[in-house]
């Protein structure tokens, strides 16, 4: 809780410092906040704090990891905006304190321990992120993109309360300890509870059927903030799932589990089959998060929690990396993959990121990506074999996609500029290379 509060302050005190319109003030709260709530986070449990005994929120390991994860995301996701995002003086305030409380809804999300700290964290995280995504006013595609996400978004989030209602006349209780215990699988009203759920959470994630909305919001926002929506509100969204129906719902697999299959096989094909024919980079990283999301959710057959953290360690470190890379290419006011062409042969550190970014989103070793899904794959093939096999061969499908946009990038064109990078993407993007290629030893300890 102590973290969760630094960054709600820092928020605040963020959007009164915009008004003297200071944006290196601005980033320096911003950056000074989270860095302290990364701080405290990683000491959680190891000093007495009278907020650390909140009842609705509370990180026992896994979660902590989680917890850590979207801090961190968030922090890179601030110091790779700023440069975009000071053009606009009047709103970088705006963006920096609805970043942070979106933040703090992840964090609420991830460590709830009831239905109502849950439903808190999700409202918390989201809505934010429907007025960030239309923070582009002069943006016809910035102003479309927000309406479809704040309606679907609003449709989601009424199944998931009637989910939650439904669960509760079930049982009688929104504490996630007492659920797991006395959670019937046999009782109508509760199984009817939990598909609503399941329903919504699937499109907080952007997983099939419900991840219509993805391609176009992705493509309507800024980068920075298609960075926050694929990277902190997928992280969040998955610790959730795994919460819920890795652990709380766990005696109604036999009915979840057969969804989870269908979720998690339409995703990666959908994903991936729906990429190679797009000409819009943003749209390719939507599918291709899609693609990655059913990867993700192969944890809740195998039950290692703790590779699905690796997982996502690499995935949202690439596709921060590509997102910064995106934003250094902003000049072009297109995200049109034309324009990437040649871009990495006449910048050679922009190259070199970029290909170790795809190459661990195709899972080539020795990425971080490449580890993560053969430790996810491992621990799968036991009870679903066949789950395993159909993975594999979309992961052929996703190699070629990724593989010829390098070649893309690597091309020798004469009309391709050498592009300067500002120091602060410099940062973002050496940290995000270094994520990607030794992330994977943290498997070792």
Same mark, same amino acid.
């Given at each position: 809780?102590?973290?969760?509060?630094?960054?709600f302050?820092?928020?605040?005190?963020?959007?009164?410092?915009?008004?003297?319109?200071?944006?290196?003030?601005?980033?320096?709260?911003? @950056?000074?906040?989270?860095?302290?709530?990364?701080?405290?986070?990683?000491?959680?449990?190891?000093?007495?704090?009278?907020?650390?005994e909140f009842e +609705?929120?509370g990180?026992?390991?896994?979660?902590?990891?989680?917890?850590?994860?979207?801090?961190?995301l968030?922090?890179?996701?601030?110091?790779? +905006?700023?440069?975009?995002?000071?053009?606009?003086?009047?709103?970088?305030?705006?963006?920096?304190?609805?970043?942070?409380?979106?933040?703090?809804?992840?964090?609420?999300?991830?460590?709830?321990?009831?239905?109502?700290?849950?439903?808190?964290?999700?409202?918390?995280l989201?809505?934010?992120?429907?007025?960030?995504?239309?923070?582009?006013?002069q943006?016809?595609?910035?102003s479309?993109?927000?309406?479809?996400?704040?309606?679907?978004?609003?449709?989601?989030?009424?199944?998931?309360?009637?989910?939650?209602?439904?669960?509760?006349?079930?049982?009688?209780?929104?504490?996630?300890?007492?659920?797991?215990?006395?959670?019937?699988?046999?009782?109508?009203m509760?199984?009817?509870g939990?598909?609503?759920?399941?329903?919504?959470?699937?499109?907080?994630?952007?997983?099939?059927?419900?991840?219509?909305?993805?391609?176009? @919001?992705y493509?309507?926002?800024?980068?920075?903030?298609?960075a926050?929506?694929?990277?902190?509100?997928?992280?969040?969204?998955?610790?959730?799932i795994?919460?819920?129906?890795?652990?709380?719902?766990?005696?109604?697999? +036999?009915?979840?589990?057969?969804?989870?299959? @269908?979720?998690?096989?339409g995703?990666?094909?959908?994903?991936?089959?729906s990429?190679?024919?797009?000409?819009?980079?943003?749209r390719?990283i939507?599918?291709?998060?899609?693609?990655?999301?059913g990867?993700?959710?192969?944890?809740?057959?195998?039950?290692?929690?703790?590779?699905?953290?690796?997982?996502?360690?690499?995935?949202?470190?690439?596709?921060? +990396?590509?997102?910064?890379?995106?934003?250094?290419?902003?000049?072009?006011?297109?995200?049109?993959?034309?324009?990437?062409?040649?871009?990495?042969?006449?910048?050679?550190?922009?190259?070199?990121?970029?290909?170790?970014?795809?190459?661990?989103?195709?899972?080539i070793?020795?990425?971080?990506?490449?580890?993560?899904?053969?430790?996810?794959?491992?621990?799968?093939y036991?009870?679903?074999?066949?789950m @395993?096999y159909?993975?594999?061969?979309?992961?052929?499908?996703?190699?070629?996609?990724?593989?010829?946009?390098?070649?893309?990038?690597?091309?020798?064109?004469?009309?391709?500029?050498?592009?300067a990078?500002?120091?602060?993407?410099?940062?973002?993007?050496?940290?995000?290379?270094?994520?990607?290629?030794?992330?994977w030893t943290?498997?070792?300890?």
């Amino acid at each position: 809780m102590d973290a969760l509060i630094v960054i709600f302050i820092t928020a605040l005190i963020g959007l009164f410092v915009g008004m003297m319109k200071k944006p290196n003030l601005t980033l320096s709260i911003s @950056v000074l906040g989270q860095s302290a709530a990364l701080v405290i986070m990683s000491y959680y449990g190891k000093y007495d704090s009278t907020f650390n005994e909140f009842e +609705g929120i509370g990180f026992d390991a896994f979660h902590w990891l989680f917890a850590e994860l979207v801090i961190g995301l968030s922090l890179l996701i601030t110091i790779s +905006g700023f440069h975009y995002f000071k053009k606009e003086i009047d709103h970088l305030a705006d963006y920096y304190g609805l970043l942070l409380f979106s933040l703090c809804g992840a964090l609420v999300l991830i460590g709830s321990s009831n239905f109502f700290m849950f439903f808190l964290g999700v409202e918390i995280l989201s809505i934010p992120v429907y007025v960030l995504v239309g923070i582009k006013k002069q943006n016809i595609l910035s102003s479309e993109a927000s309406i479809k996400y704040f309606f679907t978004g609003s449709f989601a989030t009424a199944i998931l309360l009637f989910g939650i209602a439904f669960v509760y006349g079930a049982t009688g209780t929104f504490d996630f300890s007492s659920l797991q215990l006395i959670f019937d699988a046999s009782s109508p009203m509760a199984i009817i509870g939990i598909l609503f759920i399941f329903a919504a959470l699937l499109f907080k994630i952007g997983a099939v059927p419900f991840h219509f909305w993805s391609p176009d @919001v992705y493509e309507g926002s800024p980068d920075a903030v298609t960075a926050h929506m694929g990277t902190v509100v997928k992280v969040a969204g998955m610790a959730a799932i795994v919460t819920l129906f890795g652990h709380i719902f766990s005696a109604a697999s +036999g009915i979840v589990v057969p969804l989870f299959y @269908v979720a998690t096989i339409g995703s990666l094909f959908l994903g991936y089959l729906s990429a190679l024919k797009q000409t819009n980079f943003r749209r390719l990283i939507a599918y291709s998060g899609i693609s990655n999301t059913g990867f993700a959710m192969l944890t809740l057959f195998s039950g290692n929690y703790v590779s699905l953290w690796v997982f996502l360690l690499g995935y949202t470190a690439a596709t921060l +990396g590509l997102l910064t890379i995106s934003q250094v290419l902003a000049k072009f006011n297109s995200s049109e993959i034309e324009n990437w062409k040649g871009i990495g042969y006449k910048n050679p550190f922009l190259g070199i990121v970029l290909l170790i970014c795809f190459l661990s989103l195709a899972g080539i070793p020795p990425m971080t990506g490449f580890f993560a899904k053969l430790i996810l794959l491992i621990n799968t093939y036991e009870q679903h074999p066949v789950m @395993v096999y159909l993975t594999l061969l979309t992961s052929v499908i996703g190699a070629f996609l990724y593989v010829r946009f390098i070649l893309i990038a690597f091309a020798k064109d004469s009309n391709a500029e050498k592009i300067a990078i500002h120091p602060l993407h410099l940062v973002v993007l050496s940290i995000c290379a270094l994520t990607v290629l030794f992330g994977w030893t943290l498997i070792l300890f």
